[in-house]
């Protein structure tokens, strides 16, 4: 087994008395994908919003490729290659589908203020190569005829696959993926799936946020059960769909 | 027949009048020896200020009329649609420079002198319009940049005699923008209305600093030695000079600026205004780009506050005045948020209406204010997004692949 990219040791978070995020272990390994399930308000989001820098954990630590960088800036997470996208949608919605791609591009470029004012060849290359990309990208989510659309204008499943590609720009070695099935009919469903299937050959190591059972059972490696802040379970989704604490607590009789 | 009443053409007239009632209508009449003040009847200033009124009211109608009734509308609409896809082709703003440096030999000081002006308020719309239009940040205290470049100029062509404004150009540029980088630090953590009043702050005390230092002469102001004012160049008049750098200066910072918002810095800067936190977790260093955008800005309006005190010759602490920074803004918002034409547009109206208005009709001029506020409404009713926003962005590189 190959070591964790992404770890997060004994993560807490509280808001007032409330523990949000309660003493969280947990490892991504590249290549597998880790479902973190739970009722609403369990701290799933929680857990990725200190994952990814948004809240500064208050115990515990998180580590990337065994480097500690708990309450490092959200810009600087990403860097380091922990992309995410949001249960809400979060695009930049007067932007083109096309910049909102470009703009997780960013920190690949490495132009100088002078290069941009007067167009060097180095310029052109860049923005070159990160267009070429970008359209990689948005044609494998099924966006490639709408590139100049903008993103407000996208229908809800395309912008929810949008913020795939955005984070993919980032070019990431984790990805978080917060509900991206949420408010989806189960045809749009199949096809999240399999753009995820097809993410895990890519060696990302995949943090997937959900709630469709059926999702988390079929692509997980393994899941991760949170209930009132705190793990419930770990493991893989045979042992948890038959472990009686998460049917009492989530799953209820229908799993 | 209520439900014309019920009209906001209506209620808002109504509503107009019920407001200015007790300013128009009446007039207070102080009884020193009895030491009461009492209310009487005096119509004659509504009679005048509707008598002027009635142009600007007249226009507004007439547009919402268009609107609501006339088969025109659409067709304008879309006539003014490819006038606005217009601007945004590589040789418009290339023409646009070359026809108003063509005019220059030909007008008078007068309009010279107008023309500078307008070049100066462009130049500080399209430095507005980064933080504000792209960037998102809602400045208040723009024309305390603009002041510093003024007063820095002023001062230092005192300190340092011999100083001329094109050696001083650079210097206060960078320095604008390290005032911009300053002022920018603190504000890093607020958002929306708590940045525009700390801005506004900074205006506020940079004027009081400057009406009460002894080298900026206070209340009087600072006037430069001749020899620190544009001067004539061979056979070319001050003025004429002046309006050719200007109109070179607005043709290359709109150039310059157009450059970075087609790259990913402007990109990071539209995604900060779109959605911070979304923009972070992709990567932009939010709070470095928010500087760099203040900065910037500010760069611009002292390098227009430079080229102010060098033309006039002359500094006061008015500079900086409230209504300075909201008159920028309101360019940059007529022209249409982050958009590069717009701002030299809205900046052109906003100023030539006015200006125009008071030499034709000096009795308008008293209403200037209330004028911007009908053109804002006018403006919010049929084109939201200003008159030359929203433009779809062109992909530069994509057409050279």
Partial sequence: ?255 | MTRHLKHPAVVGVAGLLLITFPFLWLKLRYNYQEGTVAAAWAPDGAIRFFRNLAPVLGVVLAVLLARRWSMAWRPMAKGWESAVACTGHRAFPVILVLTCLAAGPFLGPKYLTMGVFAGLFMLQALGLNITVGMAGLLVLGYAGFYAFGSYAYAVGQVLLPGLRWWMAAPVVFVLGGAVGWLVGLPCLRLRGDYLAIVTLGFAESFRELMRNLEITGGDKGLSLQPAAKIQSLGSLPASLVAYILVVLLVGLSAWTIRRLYHSPIGRAWVAIREDETAAACMGIPVVTMKLKAFALSAAFAALAGLLYAAFIGFVDPAACSFEQSVMVLAMVILGGLGSIPGSVLGAALLYFIPTLLRDQFPALSEYRLLLFGAIMVAMMLCRPQGLLGSAQRAHEIKGDA
């Avoid at chain 1, 203020?113 to 180095?122: A, K, M, V």
């Avoid at chain 1, 993103?151 to 590609?165: M, P, V």
């Fill in chain 1, 1 to 255: 087994m190959s070591a964790p990219l992404l770890a997060a040791r004994g993560l807490g978070k509280s808001f007032g008395g409330l523990k949000a995020v309660d003493d969280i272990n947990l490892e991504a390994r590249p290549g597998s994908l880790l479902s973190v399930i739970g009722p609403n308000g369990a701290g799933k989001t929680t857990l990725f919003n200190c994952l990814t820098g948004i809240y500064r954990p208050e115990r515990g630590r998180v580590e990337f490729n065994g480097r500690n960088i708990t309450g490092a800036p959200p810009h600087r997470v990403c860097h380091l290659g922990i992309a995410r996208t949001f249960q809400n949608i979060r695009l930049f919605p007067e932007m083109s589908a096309l910049d909102n791609v470009l703009v997780a591009q960013f920190h690949h470029s490495t132009l100088a203020p002078w290069d941009i004012i007067l167009r060097t060849p180095g310029f052109r290359r860049c923005e070159r190569e990160h267009l070429a990309e970008a359209m990689e990208l948005l044609e494998w989510v099924g966006l490639a005829g709408k590139a100049e659309a903008q993103a407000r204008d996208l229908s809800y499943g395309l912008q929810r696959r949008l913020e795939i590609a955005r984070a993919l720009a980032a070019r990431p070695r984790v990805l978080l993926l917060d509900e991206p099935c949420a408010g989806m009919n189960p045809a749009e469903v199949n096809g999240i799936i399999e753009l995820i299937a097809t993410l895990r050959r890519r060696e990302l190591a995949i943090l997937l946020i959900e709630h469709h059972m059926k999702v988390v059972m079929e692509i997980s490696d393994r899941i991760l059960v949170l209930d009132h802040g705190v793990a419930l379970a770990e493991g893989e989704p045979a042992a948890i769909r038959s472990n009686p604490e998460v049917i009492r607590a989530y799953l209820g009789s229908e799993a």
